[in-house]
């Protein structure tokens, strides 16, 4: 993606750690209804990205997430003209009890039995590394769910290392 990108949407993913398990769910509405993902959403006028995944995960699992720290961004283009810009954070903690509401449905997974399958087909490339610890920067293209190109780099979160 050129650098006159421009998104239609900001939005945030939060993905809560905790022990060796990581808090997903499955979406009930909106862009990728019926997969398993993090909690997010779009980012309201206004609003940090930081605020939008507190506000995000409070609203769609009855929790609050703690200890948020940002993990890099991806950008989505669909060939729709739909383009979404996302900010990723990985939470250590949280206060709370998830509970299914009507946008989502609180999962636990372990990490090395997260289920890609069910997944937008993305996350199998960047998540396991954000979830060690890495910063990621990502560009991809969807066709539907179909992803047609995509293109990422890493950062090590303690040396700030690219590869």
């Known amino acids: 993606m050129?650098?006159?990108w421009?998104?239609?949407?900001?939005?945030?993913?939060?993905f809560v750690r905790s022990g060796d398990e990581v808090l997903l769910i499955r979406k009930?509405?909106?862009l990728g209804a019926g997969k398993i993902n993090g909690p997010g959403g779009k980012l309201d006028a206004g609003e940090t990205a930081l605020q939008c995944a507190v506000r995000e995960?409070?609203?769609e699992l009855c929790i609050t997430p703690l200890n948020l720290v940002?993990?890099?961004e991806l950008k989505f283009q669909f060939l729709d003209d739909y383009a979404i810009h996302v900010h990723v954070f990985v939470a250590s903690a949280y206060e709370g009890t998830p509970t299914e509401t009507?946008?989502?449905l609180p999962l636990w997974f372990e990490m090395r039995a997260i289920p890609y399958?069910?997944?937008w087909a993305d996350d199998e490339i960047w998540l396991p590394r954000v979830l060690a610890g890495a910063i990621v920067s990502g560009s991809f293209v969807f066709d539907g769910d179909r992803m047609l190109e995509h293109q990422?780099?890493?950062s090590d979160e303690a040396t700030g290392l690219r590869h």
């Open 102 to 104: 009507d946008e989502a």
């Open 28 to 30: 009930k509405r909106g």
């Open 70 to 72: 940002p993990h890099g």
């Open 2 to 4: 050129g650098n006159d």
């Open 117 to 119: 399958d069910e997944m």
């Open 57 to 59: 995960v409070q609203e």
């Open 152 to 154: 990422v780099e890493y």
């Open 6 to 14: 421009t998104p239609v949407h900001h939005a945030t993913l939060v």
